[in-house]
């Protein structure tokens, strides 16, 4: 009776460990336009273990500074004509990133510079195939061809959900059942006159109700005539603070009403919102590269507010914005045109 009971236990808490665990799909975790990943940069660190159940500690890591991601719809991206498989883009700093993005998988077919295209995919990267959780694992090869220059890239990949449990951040934000996915990208690099291999292992912890990682640790190696060089570099989620315990993203109010009008716009911006309260405001308006190129803050009245911005006046030319809005508990994000 004894040994029944034991194996009952077991088996309870194997199905727990099963439960528990996630499937990343294009649905909760594929890119979708108009969406912000905030980070911040970190200071250097391990990725820590693989397997199941690990606890990884990385409460004492240093925060640098913070930058900014956006996903776009490519449509308005001025390289959309020499990539027509695309439907998003992905920016950071001064680099974009064309993506494919369906229910089967996420593929890359093109990377740019300042607004240039570099490099055209004729064999995409697969970033992700849904659906994927802990031990599924998937590899393949790509190959493209640089744009500016005469020289081609080849490389293979391989992605595994290599680990999976608790993950601790700055301020001992507790995060758990977290997916941990390992990308293993090598290149092979040929130009007229010369080539270079390289290598890039990536980290990116995520959980189940949050479309970007959490966490990210990417170990870049070079070797270029014959001698080899590393880099390292770890970013921390922006938005910790709801993702965590016992913060809950439950806890942004479902009061808050946010838009923009007219939107896309010339030069007049009309920011409108609701508040339950006198209460105080900031503005910050972001650029494609992740960028504050605004700021402003107000003193607002409970009930409908509207805040009138004039593009010319504040130095903002034309292009794609984020205006992230914050008051009270609230931070709420829309995309701003301006043409």
Known sequence: ???????TSVLSAWVYGLNAQFYMTSKSHGFVADEVNKMKI??????????????????????????SGLVENVVYDQNYGKLLNTNVILKEYNSQFYFKNNDESLELYGIGSNGTLSVKYTKPFVK???????????????????????????????????????????????????????????FKTNFENYSYDSKITAYRWYIKDYRFPVLVILQ?????????????KVAVNYDIEQLSEPNSI??????????????????????SFNSISDTKVTIDIFNAAGEKVFN???????GINIINLEASKINIPKGSYIVQLKYGDNTLNEKLILQ
Do not use: H
């Not at 970190?42 to 930058?67: M, R, Y």
């Not at 439950?250 to 920011?271: R, V």
């Not at 402003?296 to 409970?302: C, I, M, P, R, V």
């Open 128 to 186: 992700m195939k849904y659906p994927f959780t802990y031990g599924s694992s998937y590899k393949g090869d790509f190959e493209g061809e640089y744009l500016q220059s005469n020289g081609k890239v080849t490389g293979t990949y391989e992605v595994t959900g290599d680990a999976y449990g608790k993950l601790i951040l700055p301020g001992n934000k507790i995060l758990k059942n977290v997916l941990r996915v390992k990308t293993e990208q090598i």
């Open 42 to 67: 970190c200071s250097t660190v391990e990725p820590g273990n693989a397997g199941n159940n690990v606890v990884w500690d990385f409460s004492n890591l240093n925060i640098i500074e913070d930058f």
């Open 296 to 302: 402003t803050s107000k003193e607002t009245k409970e």
């Open 220 to 232: 870049e190696e070079y070797i270029f005539n014959g001698s080899p060089s590393k880099s390292y």
């Open 1 to 7: 009776m004894k040994k029944i009971l034991l194996f």
């Open 250 to 271: 439950s806890n942004i109010k479902s009061d808050a009403k946010f838009s923009i009008f007219p939107n896309p716009a010339t030069d007049l911006i009309n920011i």
